[in-house]
T-cell receptor, first 111, second 113 residues
């Protein structure tokens, strides 16, 4: 039973455009959501997070949106840069416990 | 601030052999996690420690996997005997108990032949 789903295995965008990565979840008990970026041969790097009491959180070029009624969150990267090319994982947790990860979306930003 | 350290970075063994991985968390992080990431999947929790006590090991295959964190700092994860399906990246993460964000090490890539 996959509680966190990233239905797009890959996404290609041009440099300077917006990248939108999507994530859906099924467990309504999740109260904290995170996005991690992963380069080859490295561990996941924390990018941005959002608590379930908010619907938006921004950090520079990165914005995460949370729609609790739809059990959906998205990560917006504006503008996209070639260095953003990586695999992006969505993760969720309940009450400071384990993270449940999606399967990842590979983002390719071309110059 | 130093990040999570893991060693070795790569390991190749034959099935039925044993292997051990080491993790040193971020200083002051009382909570430590071991995750297994199989190719094409997201990381999956194996075990969670709070200081040197186990909080969650429900998904740890206890017949072959073991982990310890004796002094509440470093941790080791052992597989004995290894199976082909254990080929994966083993990630260690740590967290300050006051916040939710987990920080990951670079991982150990294990190949079982």
């Amino acid at each position: 039973d996959q509680q966190v789903k990233q239905n797009s295995p890959s996404l290609s965008v041009q440099e300077g455009r917006i990248s939108i990565l999507n994530c859906d979840y099924t467990n309504s008990m999740f109260d904290y959501f995170l996005w991690y970026k992963k380069y080859p041969a490295e561990g996941p790097t924390f990018l941005i997070s959002i608590s379930s009491i908010k619907d938006k959180n921004e950090d520079g070029r990165f914005t995460v949106f949370l729609n609790k009624s739809a059990k959906h969150l998205s990560l917006h990267i504006v503008p996209s840069q070639p260095g953003d090319s990586a695999v992006y994982f969505c993760a969720a947790s309940t009450g400071f416990q384990k993270l449940v990860f999606g399967t990842g979306t590979r983002l390719l930003v071309s110059p | 601030e130093a990040g999570v350290a893991q060693s070795p970075r790569y390991k190749i063994i034959e099935k039925r052999q044993s292997v051990a991985f080491w993790c040193n968390p971020i200083s002051g992080h009382a909570t430590l996690y071991w995750y297994q990431q199989i190719l094409g999947q997201g990381p999956k929790l194996l075990i969670q420690f709070q200081n040197n006590g186990v909080v969650d090991d429900s998904q740890l295959p206890k017949d072959r996997f073991s982990a310890e964190r004796l002094k509440g700092v470093d941790s080791t994860l052992k597989i004995q005997p290894a199976k082909l399906e254990d080929s994966a990246v083993y990630l260690c993460a740590s967290r300050d108990p006051r916040v939710e964000t987990q920080y990951f090490g670079p991982g150990t890539r294990l190949l079982v032949l």
